[in-house]
């Protein structure tokens, strides 16, 4: 349901892009083609981490290299019970969770 929820947000969002005649497709190819994992970490940890995974400022870490040093269970771990200054339990849902570790996992 919260990922039916996510395309359909993201969808509205999109459809202001672009001209009226190429609106509809846009949309539809941006989301579609979206991996899941990379759609929920735009939710969730862009904020801290920017769109580059780079972080932002000193207490955000840079996660361009995360998948070489943490496995997706460690990654699951972090997200789940927080780490330094990141906060646990940003991610509830167990099916956006999978998708968010194996997306980072597979920056290497």
Same mark, same amino acid.
């Given at each position: 349901?919260?990922?039916?929820?996510? !395309?359909?947000?993201?969808?509205?969002?999109?459809?202001? @892009?672009?001209?009226?005649? &190429?609106?509809?497709?846009?949309?539809?190819?941006?989301?579609?083609?979206? *991996? %899941?994992? =990379?759609? !929920?970490?735009?939710?969730? @940890?862009?904020? @801290?981490?920017?769109? &580059?995974?780079?972080?932002?400022?000193?207490?955000?870490?840079?996660?361009?290299?995360?998948?070489?040093?943490?496995?997706?269970?460690?990654?699951?771990?972090?997200?789940?019970?927080?780490?330094?200054?990141? %906060?646990?339990?940003? !991610?509830? &849902?167990? =099916?956006?969770? *999978?998708?968010?570790?194996?997306?980072?996992?597979?920056?290497?």
């Amino acid at each position: 349901m919260r990922k039916i929820i996510t !395309v359909l947000t993201l969808t509205i969002l999109l459809a202001g @892009c672009g001209t009226s005649e &190429d609106k509809n497709t846009a949309t539809k190819e941006t989301v579609s083609d979206a *991996d %899941p994992g =990379e759609l !929920v970490y735009k939710q969730t @940890c862009i904020g @801290c981490h920017g769109q &580059d995974l780079g972080g932002r400022g000193s207490s955000a870490k840079d996660l361009t290299h995360i998948g070489s040093k943490l496995s997706e269970e460690e990654i699951k771990n972090v997200v789940i019970n927080g780490r330094r200054s990141m %906060p646990a339990g940003l !991610v509830k &849902d167990e =099916e956006d969770l *999978d998708a968010l570790a194996k997306w980072l996992h597979s920056h290497k």
